[in-house]
């Protein structure tokens, strides 16, 4: 991705050439205010739940902090498993009929699940440095039965955001691997 950058911005190629540049499951690298480093030649291609594209010593370290904020706060196992199973997050489906899933927000003003999230939001500084991915477009592509989900993210902000915080989900591990993505695209453009 860095060096795609250099050789895109600083006009080391041909003015006749195109330079294109696939990550896939790449981790945060880098961190600028500069736009250019939003460059919209590079795309960045996720697997759903891969969650090494997010990883960095910052989130890493800021998910331990969050988990020591949240252990302070006296909260019992009990009760937090509880709150987890209360539902938090509802579906919506916008003007497209694009699905998306959002915040139930008068769940989480509850009083626990309010603490928790104070605990959470004041962890901010880990000592490390914030990263963002690299590129100006980020594909998050979900393999389903016989079809592919595919959300497009666009821009310096979009991105920033998903690099923000240490995501682990299911398969986030093996979703990352060569046979994850190997899988994902298994198939694809045959008829």
Not at 57 to 62: E, I
Not at 69 to 88: F, G, P, W, Y
């Amino acid at each position: 991705q860095l060096v795609s950058l250099a050789l895109l911005q600083e006009g080391r190629l041909p003015a006749s050439t195109q330079l294109y540049c696939f990550a896939y499951g790449p981790p945060p690298v880098f961190r600028s205010d500069n736009v250019y480093y939003s460059h919209p030649n590079i795309f960045n291609i996720l697997h759903h739940n891969d969650g090494l594209a997010t990883f960095s010593l910052h989130t890493l370290t800021k998910l331990f902090l969050q988990v020591m904020a949240v252990e302070r706060l006296n909260i019992s196992r009990c009760r937090i498993m509880s709150l987890l199973r209360r539902k938090t997050v509802i579906k919506e489906f916008d003007a497209t009929g694009c699905r998306k899933h959002v915040s139930n927000c008068e769940e989480l003003e509850k009083e626990d699940w309010k603490r928790i999230i104070q605990a959470l939001e004041r962890v901010s500084a880990t000592g490390f440095d914030e990263l963002d991915l690299v590129g100006g477009n980020l594909f998050i592509i979900k393999k389903m039965e016989d079809d592919y989900s595919v959300r497009h993210l666009k821009g310096l902000d979009v991105l920033r955001n998903m690099s923000s915080n240490l995501k682990l989900r299911s398969d986030c591990f093996s979703d990352h691997m060569p046979w994850g993505y190997g899988s994902l695209f298994k198939g694809a453009g045959e008829e």
